[in-house]
T-cell receptor, first 111, second 113 residues
C-alpha cells in the first residue's frame, strides 16, 4: 500500500538552513505536500508540488522532488525560532480524494 | 484562524463512558474528514464525508461512530473506548472531495483511562 516515511526529529541552529526529507512509495502520486503543525494547533498547508515539477520556491521555502527516487525535500532558509513545529510530508493521487501523511518531523531550533 | 473549530479541546473519559467530539467549519466546504494522530505514527484517516454522505471508512472500529448532520458539522461519537484510543483527533475540511488543500482544526486531545 501507499507509504510515506520521514525522520522523526531534526535540530538546527537559528539562521542555518533546515532540510527535511521524505520518501514515498506510490508511483501514481500526483500531488506532494508539506504541512506544518505548531504546538496546540492543527495542520496547515505550507506548500505543495505537482509531480511533473522538480522544484518549487516560495520565499524561504524550497521544495525539491526527485520522482525517480520518490524523494521529496523541504528546505527552509534562515531558520527562525518561529519555524519550530512538526512538518508532515504527504501525497495524493490525481483525484486528491485521500491524502497519505507521514509521521511528521519535529524541527527544533537551537540558539 | 483556520475556519475549522473543534470542541472540546481536551477530553478525559473512562472506558465505559460515552462522549462526542464536535467539529464545525465556517468555510462553506463540502467535504469533511476525521483523522487520528498518535505519537510517532502517521496521521490516520478515519472517515470522509462529502455532502453529508460518508464516502470512506478506513476500517475504524465500531466504537467510533461518525455523524454529519449537515455540511458544516461533523461529530465523532465515542463509546467503550480503549486506552490505545488515546490520541489527538483532528477534523479537516476541503472545498470538495477532490480538492488538494485540506483545512485542519486544532484537534481534540483525548485520554482514555
Amino acid at each position: 500500500g501507499e507509504d510515506v516515511e520521514q525522520s522523526l526529529f531534526l535540530s538546527v541552529r537559528e539562521g542555518d538552513s533546515s532540510v527535511i526529507n521524505c520518501t514515498y512509495t506510490d508511483s501514481s502520486s500526483t500531488y506532494l505536500y508539506w504541512y506544518k503543525q505548531e504546538p496546540g494547533a492543527g495542520l496547515q498547508l505550507l506548500t505543495y508540488i505537482f509531480s511533473n515539477m522538480d522544484m518549487k520556491q516560495d520565499q524561504r521555502l524550497t521544495v525539491l522532488l526527485n520522482k525517480k527516487d520518490k524523494h521529496l525535500s523541504l528546505r527552509i532558509a534562515d531558520t527562525q525560532t518561529g519555524d519550530s513545529a512538526i512538518y508532515f510530508c504527504a501525497e495524493s493521487n490525481s483525484s486528491a480524494s485521500k491524502i497519505i501523511f507521514g509521521s511528521g518531523t519535529r524541527l527544533s531550533i537551537r540558539p | 484562524e483556520t475556519g475549522v473549530t473543534q470542541t472540546p479541546r481536551h477530553l478525559v473519559m473512562g472506558m465505559t463512558n460515552k462522549k462526542s467530539l464536535k467539529c464545525e467549519q465556517h468555510l462553506g466546504h463540502n467535504a469533511m474528514y476525521w483523522y487520528k494522530q498518535s505519537a510517532k505514527k502517521p496521521l490516520e484517516l478515519m472517515f470522509v464525508y462529502s455532502l453529508e454522505e460518508r464516502v470512506e471508512n478506513n476500517s475504524v472500529p465500531s466504537r467510533f461512530s461518525p455523524e454529519c448532520p449537515n455540511s458544516s458539522h461533523l461529530f465523532l461519537h465515542l463509546h467503550t473506548l480503549q486506552p490505545e484510543d488515546s490520541a489527538l483527533y483532528l477534523c479537516a475540511s476541503s472545498q470538495d472531495i477532490g480538492s488538494y488543500e485540506q483545512y485542519f482544526g486544532p484537534g481534540t486531545r483525548l485520554t482514555v483511562t
